[in-house]
C-alpha cells in the first residue's frame, strides 16, 4: 500500500513537471525561447525580462548570507549573545529574541544606505530609466562605501596581502571579493572589543561577591548564584538596554 501511494505521488509530480514544461518545449520548438536571449539596445545588450526575474529570485536565496556578511548584524548579535553570557544567563532572553533584536537594529541602522539603493537604484530599474546591470552596479557601490567605512585597515591590508595583491590608492577600486572578507574580519574585530568593554563591569561584579562569600567562609555557596542578582539590578537601574542601543549604533560609522 505504502509503494502503491508512493508511485502515486511520484506520477503525479511527474505528470505536474511535464504540464509546467509543456510550453517550453512548444516555444523550443517554434524556436521562441528566450529565457537566456539577450536584447540590443542603444545603449548595448540587455537581459530579457525572465533572465531578470531568474536574477532578482536568485540574489533573493543569498539574502541570508548578505544580511549576516555585508551589514552589520554579525556584529549585533555577538554583541547581545556576549551580553547575556556577562550577566550570567543561559537561556534568557533566548536566541530568537537576541536574532529579532539584531534585526531591527540592523534595519535601523543600515536605513541610509537602503534608501540610497531604493532611491537611485531600484526605482530607476523600475521606471525603466536604468538597465538591470547598472542598477546592481549602483548597488555593490553603495553597499561597497559602507563596508569600507567599518573595515579598519590591518584587516584590510592582511586579507589583500593573503591574495597576493597590493592595496589601491583610491579604496573605492578594491575588488569586492577582497573588500567583504576584510569587512567580516573587521566586524568581528569590533564585536569582540565591544563585548569585552561589555564584560568588565560584570566581572568586576562577580569578582567582589566572590571575595566576600569567601571571607565570610561560604565557600560552598556558588558565587553566580548570589551575584546574579545584583547584576540584573545594576543593569536595570542604569538603563541598560538603552545604553546598549545606543553603544551598538554609535559603534557603526556612516558611510
Same mark, same amino acid.
Not at 501511494?5 to 510550453?23: D, E, V
Not at 555577538?78 to 551580553?83: D, E, G, N, Q
Not at 530607476?124 to 557601490?141: R, V, Y
Not at 540584573?232 to 542601543?245: E, K, N, S
Given at each position: 500500500?505504502?509503494?502503491?501511494?508512493?508511485?502515486?505521488?511520484?506520477?503525479?509530480?511527474?505528470?505536474?513537471?511535464?504540464?509546467?514544461?509543456?510550453?517550453?518545449?512548444?516555444?523550443?520548438?517554434?524556436?521562441?525561447?528566450?529565457?537566456?536571449?539577450?536584447?540590443?539596445?542603444?545603449?548595448?545588450?540587455?537581459?530579457?525580462?525572465?533572465?531578470?526575474?531568474?536574477?532578482?529570485?536568485?540574489?533573493?536565496?543569498?539574502?541570508?548570507?548578505?544580511?549576516?556578511?555585508?551589514?552589520?548584524?554579525?556584529?549585533?548579535?555577538?554583541?547581545?549573545?556576549?551580553?547575556?553570557?556577562?550577566?550570567?544567563?543561559?537561556?534568557?532572553?533566548?536566541?530568537?529574541?537576541?536574532?529579532?533584536?539584531?534585526?531591527?537594529?540592523?534595519?535601523?541602522?543600515?536605513?541610509?544606505?537602503?534608501?540610497?539603493?531604493?532611491?537611485?537604484?531600484?526605482?530607476?530599474?523600475?521606471?525603466?530609466?536604468?538597465?538591470?546591470?547598472?542598477?546592481?552596479?549602483?548597488?555593490?557601490?553603495?553597499?561597497?562605501?559602507?563596508?569600507?567605512?567599518?573595515?579598519?585597515?590591518?584587516?584590510?591590508?592582511? @586579507?589583500?596581502?593573503?591574495?597576493?595583491?597590493?592595496?589601491?590608492?583610491?579604496?573605492?577600486?578594491?575588488?569586492?571579493?577582497?573588500?567583504?572578507?576584510?569587512?567580516?574580519?573587521?566586524?568581528?574585530?569590533?564585536?569582540?572589543?565591544?563585548?569585552? @568593554?561589555?564584560?568588565?563591569?560584570?566581572?568586576?561584579?562577580?569578582?567582589?561577591?566572590?571575595?566576600?562569600?569567601?571571607?565570610?567562609?561560604?565557600?560552598?555557596?556558588?558565587?553566580? @548564584?548570589?551575584?546574579?542578582?545584583?547584576?540584573?539590578?545594576?543593569?536595570?537601574?542604569?538603563?541598560?538596554?538603552?545604553?546598549?542601543?545606543?553603544?551598538?549604533?554609535?559603534?557603526?560609522?556612516?558611510?
Amino acid at each position: 500500500m505504502l509503494r502503491r501511494s508512493l508511485t502515486g505521488r511520484s506520477l503525479a509530480a511527474l505528470g505536474l513537471l511535464i504540464a509546467a514544461l509543456c510550453p517550453l518545449f512548444a516555444q523550443a520548438a517554434s524556436g521562441e525561447v528566450t529565457l537566456f536571449n539577450l536584447h540590443d539596445t542603444a545603449d548595448g545588450q540587455a537581459f530579457s525580462v525572465k533572465l531578470q526575474i531568474l536574477i532578482v529570485m536568485t540574489l533573493l536565496g543569498f539574502l541570508p548570507a548578505m544580511l549576516m556578511l555585508m551589514t552589520c548584524f554579525t556584529r549585533f548579535v555577538i554583541v547581545l549573545a556576549i551580553l547575556r553570557q556577562a550577566i550570567g544567563l543561559q537561556q534568557s532572553p533566548p536566541n530568537n529574541v537576541l536574532v529579532g533584536i539584531a534585526l531591527i537594529m540592523t534595519l535601523m541602522v543600515m536605513r541610509p544606505v537602503w534608501q540610497d539603493i531604493y532611491s537611485n537604484a531600484y526605482q530607476p530599474f523600475e521606471a525603466d530609466q536604468i538597465s538591470l546591470e547598472d542598477g546592481l552596479g549602483h548597488a555593490k557601490q553603495t553597499l561597497s562605501r559602507f563596508m569600507l567605512a567599518q573595515t579598519n585597515r590591518t584587516s584590510l591590508e592582511t @586579507m589583500v596581502s593573503l591574495a597576493g595583491e597590493t592595496v589601491p590608492e583610491k579604496l573605492e577600486d578594491l575588488d569586492f571579493s577582497l573588500l567583504l572578507p576584510s569587512f567580516v574580519l573587521s566586524e568581528l574585530k569590533t564585536a569582540f572589543q565591544l563585548g569585552f @568593554m561589555i564584560f568588565i563591569p560584570f566581572l568586576v561584579i562577580d569578582l567582589v561577591v566572590a571575595s566576600v562569600l569567601m571571607a565570610m567562609g561560604m565557600m560552598m555557596l556558588s558565587p553566580m @548564584m548570589i551575584s546574579l542578582p545584583f547584576k540584573l539590578m545594576i543593569f536595570v537601574l542604569v538603563d541598560g538596554w538603552a545604553l546598549m542601543m545606543g553603544t551598538l549604533t554609535s559603534s557603526v560609522q556612516p558611510f
